[in-house]
């Protein structure tokens, strides 16, 4: 074949497609509405061999000189009380001018191709939050994306061809309220000491995010007390527990430390125990602290990941006694507790970094941890075998005279990574009177604990894998 004829044959496809695209933007349908005129998306068609046509708002990029200059929105990415930094956020535009929606399950979101639509230009946040975005599309009305996890906004502000501007603060903010845009669907087990509902609020979420399980906030509150006090209308987190399809819907469950009374019962369900898993393996996020401890340590599969301080040796990998690791001379704590962040990860240096950094800082990779309560639940230690059950720990403390984790997260399934699971050994805050939810929420700002619990929320209820 002549070089002319292999040339000619090589274009033919995207001149097939330019004929194909020209007919159908510039034929008016029957009622005689020209498509030139339509507010669909644009396609653009470059006839120079091997570069693709533009789409959407990819066709609004400027080309600006001198060469290697761009269209820049840069900004600084926050949590919704405009204070605390996110990293790793990603922003971007989307081709279409809409994100899509998300789905109406829990599943492995994926960094490399992010729930949001295809972007046509993207960046990720440093660990202050910072970003800068290049190659902007031009128009009155740019979408500009914010996105950690199911953490969404989207604002549209007018980009100035060619030039530098900056995203404001109030726009740059992760959602107070689902009228502002995505907030992933969290339940809460409202338990007797731990409070990390009042952390939520803390990190900026609006208190009419907050309701009873047939409400319609994004926060549901379950009672997780013999009691019943603290959750608006009082429902059982049982009835969540033992409803798989019920706890799909949420992105992240959070199983505060509460006493064996209200949920002794709980976990001698097989059903509960395998929803458990299943949960967590489609790509949901569990949050354990303290004496909830057995929602991890009772389940055969996660069983392996933590050896608590029990009556039996680490070696043996199957669920030990219920409640074993609360009993007599099992428990322990320290207040304060000077907790030490594990900076042989680069995840750990990355928290490092990010408390040291806030505007309380803590400085030096310790953490100032502060519990009156005196009966922690406490680890012994993560897997021996970290290939087969690998797990990540966040925080050492000396307690009881050993040096032990005291926050650790683990994937599972380890194979696929699809959901995550995080556990604290200590408490945020405890509630400090009775009542509903807040009344019981401390009056004052986060203290460090909080903050590094904060952070992990993020961390954990973010997308699988590298961003990029």
Not at 355 to 364: K, Q
Not at 440 to 462: D, G, R
Request: hydrophobic share 35%; with cysteine.
């Amino acid at each position: 074949m002549s070089p002319l004829v292999k040339r000619v044959c090589s274009a033919l496809p995207s001149v097939l497609a330019w004929i194909f695209l020209f007919q159908a933007t510039c034929a008016e349908d029957r009622t005689g509405r020209s498509y030139e005129n339509d507010p669909g998306p644009t396609v653009s068609i470059d006839m120079s061999m091997g570069k693709p046509p533009c789409v959407g708002l990819g066709c609004k990029i400027a080309e600006c000189p001198p060469t290697g200059s761009d269209t820049v929105v840069y900004g600084k990415v926050t949590a919704p009380n405009g204070i605390d930094p996110i990293r790793e956020a990603i922003v971007y535009v989307p081709s279409s001018g809409t994100p899509e929606e998300f789905p109406g399950e829990v599943s492995c979101e994926v960094c490399n191709s992010p729930v949001g639509g295809v972007p046509v230009t993207q960046t990720i946040t440093a660990i202050d939050g910072t970003f800068e975005l290049r190659r902007v599309p031009v128009t009155d009305g740019t979408p500009i994306v914010i996105q950690k996890g199911r953490w969404r906004k989207m604002t549209r502000i007018k980009v100035e061809k060619c030039e530098r501007q900056a995203l404001s603060a109030e726009d740059a903010r992760l959602p107070k309220a689902q009228n502002e845009g995505g907030i992933p669907r969290m339940a809460v087990a409202v338990g007797n000491w731990d409070a990390i509902e009042c952390v939520l609020r803390g990190v900026g979420l609006s208190d009419r995010e907050f309701t009873a399980p047939n409400g319609g906030g994004a926060v549901h509150l379950y009672n997780n007390r013999a009691d019943g006090d603290g959750a608006p209308g009082a429902v059982s987190v049982r009835e969540l527990l033992t409803d798989l399809k019920k706890m799909k819907q949420y992105n992240l469950i959070f199983l505060n430390c509460s006493d064996d009374t209200n949920s002794a019962t709980l976990l001698t369900d097989p059903k509960v125990k395998k929803n458990l898993v299943d949960y967590v393996a489609a790509g949901g996020r569990m949050y354990v602290t303290d004496w909830s401890y057995d929602f991890i340590g009772q389940p055969p599969e996660f069983a392996p990941y933590i050896c608590f301080n029990d009556n039996k040796p680490c070696t043996d990998l199957t669920p030990h006694g219920r409640f074993s690791a609360t009993g007599l001379g099992r428990t322990g704590s320290v207040n304060p507790l000077w907790a030490e962040i594990e900076q042989g990860h680069q995840g750990g240096r990355n928290l490092a970094a990010w408390m040291s950094m806030l505007p309380d800082p803590s400085p030096g990779g310790k953490v100032k941890v502060v519990d009156d309560v005196g009966s922690w639940v406490l680890m012994r230690q993560t897997a021996q075998d970290q290939t087969k059950y690998p797990s990540t720990t966040w925080l050492w403390g000396t307690i009881k005279g050993e040096r032990r984790p005291v926050t650790v997260t683990f994937d599972y399934p380890a194979q696929n990574a699809c959901g995550k699971v995080l556990y604290a050994t200590y408490h945020t805050r405890e509630h400090n009177e009775s009542g509903l939810f807040p009344a019981y929420c401390p009056k004052t700002k986060l203290i460090a604990q909080e903050q590094v619990l904060e952070y992990l929320i993020f961390e954990i209820s973010s997308c699988i894998g590298p961003i990029g």
